[in-house]
């Protein structure tokens, strides 16, 4: 029996984004906006979730990786924004390690707080700050189920040398999430009563 390959790709939309590597987001509030952006073009186009990511390097502003949700189209539940864009910057980079490229820090900005999946997988990625939009409760507030995060997940992630920074855009990334639950999204991993 042989065993299917698992491949996860962004929707083909997303390469206008990556096509201009020159353009410098200085601030987080611009990192965030695409974050946003990335989020409101993959509800517009039905490619998955209303969730948006990016990795960046944290000087510079260079953009390095996007990521959307990808869950629903693919079938793959840790296609998460954040999830795609750790991987697709890990590949370009070479590294599993993004703290492992000398004099280079990178950060990722996410338009939601992570879910418990994707927090778990921030110290590993090598990422060294995190900013997020909108809040774990407005995603749960549209009937998202986020995991079991501890209530101190920010220090927890602080105490590894990760800072975070929340609430940028925050009313903005929020607007997205309302958004896809108005426009009839679905909520693919609401909790179910047994």
Known sequence: MKFPEVILHLPDWIERFLANSDLLYSTAEERMQLAIKLAQLNIQHRTGGPFGAGIFERQTGRLIAVGVNRVEPLNCSIAHAEMMAIAIAQRLIGSYD??????????????????????????????????????????RAIGFEEGAKPSNWVKSL????????????????????????????LIYNARKEK
Do not use: F
């Open 158 to 185: 602080e105490d590894r040398g990760i800072s975070v920074r929340r609430d940028v855009l925050r009313e903005q990334a929020k607007a997205v999430l309302l958004e896809y639950r108005e426009g009839g999204g």
């Open 98 to 139: 993004l703290s492992n490229v000398a004099d280079t820090a990178y950060e990722l900005v996410t338009s939601t707080e992570p879910c418990a999946m994707c927090l778990g997988a921030i110290p590993w990625s090598g990422v060294r700050s995190v900013v997020c939009g909108a809040r774990d409760e407005d995603a």
